[in-house]
């Protein structure tokens, strides 16, 4: 008990992705629970249903009528949360009210017709399909020249504010680099600077050699939970060739980024048996910034909020959002149960 | 629709206590919601609950047995996040896996022994106790010598996790300074060295002045939205003399504390007539890191997550946790609602 061990000890954790910190409880996880307790969503759904506004042929908000669409499709929001046309303009009184103005762009991309799937109960053929939409959306959205960030990213389940149960995602593009992409742009630019290589290279090359906080790989990308991971059971995609952007993808690296969603959201959903809600998103280089970005190494971050069931979540609240953010199981602890479990859907296990 | 407008338009603004910036689109509060419907907590508790933990004389989960008490009482909590007796040690391998050990100390504020109540529901005379021993414990904490920063916070409502609805807080005290306290540091520095008074003195000003985002205020502490507010109702009070700490408040000042705590929380039950849920914490100076602090002016944050109503709240997800938080309705337009509610709370209202 007297010597310093990450298994055992309360610590803080150094995400260098953002510099910023987390503090680690590993001691914490019997903590009994006599708070709020989650209801699990409904098993199964339909394959269509009539008043969902992202089935096929359905109308949606503002009176458009969808398309038969058979396979994944992109849109415009019809509740936008940036718009193409606001017009400039800035605040700055006496530097104590600062605001400026923010154009963007709003997409949905339905992942596919069917109500009743998510991305792990996809075929691999269909999900590759989503990564190509993906593409395209992202090489439209950097050609319109005032979009500097595409953030592409997937809320799912209620508990993730998910607003429908359609398998969906969205792309918000704004005129301005969010904060988070700012924090990570300046890590990462430091460390090429230094060393002259990404610093996802490095930091890959250490994950694979320790093993420890692996979940899954193939020949073109690598599922882990890093080592300063908020979330219980957050991961990270990390492509093994350091490139800026999903735009350089080759044909079988896309296949391969189909493969390794696949992969780990099987795992997730097998972990407690229920369809696993998250946040997830793509981080990739600004656009239109006039700069080359040569430290910019593509991930993709998953942050779910379930902790020990189906039911009982990990709440970021008072500590977490007043001083820094807390966790109870270690990294290691969820890459361990992550790793364990099989690639087929709990789902389709029995057919 | 030509001249950008903070009421009309989507912009960013920045929060001057962190650096960080919040993305609002006034215009998105019609969107329609389909998502997940919060059960409202239980209308009416018992006054004592015989196998609540925290209740006088009962048993909590580590065999001590509360004592019959009937102020609000501190003591160690039986989860402790933070241990006093973590052995020193740090991690760096390459830069890329950094950790370090962190010892501290965490204690549980009952408010009340009764069950059935939370702080808007109190008499001033028994808030104002609880401010005296948030009071007491600061000036024990503040006196370990290896505590740097002592959090005083309360989590409201199974949806902010709390885990039993009995009233508390709970103090986490830590070796190092947290992640927010570090940026607010920064930032009150700044402005503290160029412009030789504190960044909230200023900023209060300037916000008494515009009058639209005060809610409340009394001879000793304003109540407002502040212009960066990312949670729809979010809150902040702010002492008006320029003090660093809780230990610094005379007399006058802790009754005055009692009495806006009192104000804002009872506008917040009134706004959805619920027991309206939030995470709420002092942010004042660290302590004990050689330092006098003369930037750091005391403030109370409150971050409620209802949105709508009591039982549709905001989610702070995918873009919110990938990019930049985001917010619908302005901070103008909660700041009006919650200027016009009654100060009677809602319960005691026909009484
Ligand atoms: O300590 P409690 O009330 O059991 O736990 C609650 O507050 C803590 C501090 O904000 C959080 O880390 C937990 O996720 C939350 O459930
Ligand atoms: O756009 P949706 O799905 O209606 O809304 C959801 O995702 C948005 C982007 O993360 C969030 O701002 C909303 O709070 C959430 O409910």
Redesign the pocket.
């Known amino acids: 008990e007297n010597t310093f061990d990450l298994t055992a000890h309360p610590h803080t954790r150094l995400n260098i992705l953002t510099g910023e910190w987390v503090l680690v409880s590993p001691h914490r996880s019997k903590r009994p629970w006599q708070g709020k307790v989650e209801s699990p969503a409904l098993v199964q759904r339909p394959a269509y249903v009539e008043d969902c506004y992202l089935c096929p042929g359905n109308t949606r908000a503002d009176g458009t009528k969808n398309a038969q669409y058979d396979g994944p499709i992109a849109f415009t929001n019809d509740?936008s949360?940036l718009l193409a046309d606001t017009p400039a303009g800035k605040v700055d009184e006496d530097e104590l009210l600062i605001a400026r103005s923010q154009k963007g762009i709003c997409r949905v991309i339905c992942f596919s017709p069917r109500h009743d799937l998510t991305l792990p109960e996809m075929d691999l053929r269909d999900i590759r399909k989503v990564v190509d939409l993906w593409h395209a959306q992202l090489e439209e959205l950097a050609a319109v020249p005032f979009i500097k960030y595409i953030q592409i990213f997937e809320?799912k389940g209620e508990i993730m504010?998910?607003?429908n149960p359609h398998p969906h995602g969205?792309i918000w593009a704004s005129e301005d680099v969010p904060m988070e992409l700012e924090k990570e742009t300046r890590q990462q630019r430091n460390y090429f600077q230094q060393h002259g290589r990404s610093l996802l290279t490095a930091y890959l090359e250490k994950e694979l050699k320790a093993g420890e906080r692996i979940i899954a790989e193939n020949e073109h990308f690598v599922a882990l939970v890093p080592f300063w991971a908020v979330w219980p059971y957050e991961a990270m995609i990390i492509s093994r060739r350091h490139v800026q952007s999903l735009l350089q993808f080759t044909d079988a690296e896309r296949d391969g980024l189909a493969a390794i969603l696949k992969d780990l959201t099987t795992r997730y959903d097998n972990l407690f048996e229920t369809s696993f809600p998250y946040s997830a998103g793509m981080h990739q280089m600004p656009f239109n910034d006039g700069e080359d970005h040569p430290e910019w190494h593509w991930h993709m971050h998953f942050y779910p909020p379930l902790l020990r069931s189906a039911t009982v979540k990990k709440f970021m609240v008072g500590y977490e959002m007043l001083a820094h953010p807390q966790r109870d199981i270690t990294p290691e602890f969820a890459a361990a149960r992550l790793r364990a479990l099989p690639v087929v859907h709990y789902k389709q296990a029995g057919v």
């Open positions: 509740f949360a809320n504010g998910c607003s969205q």
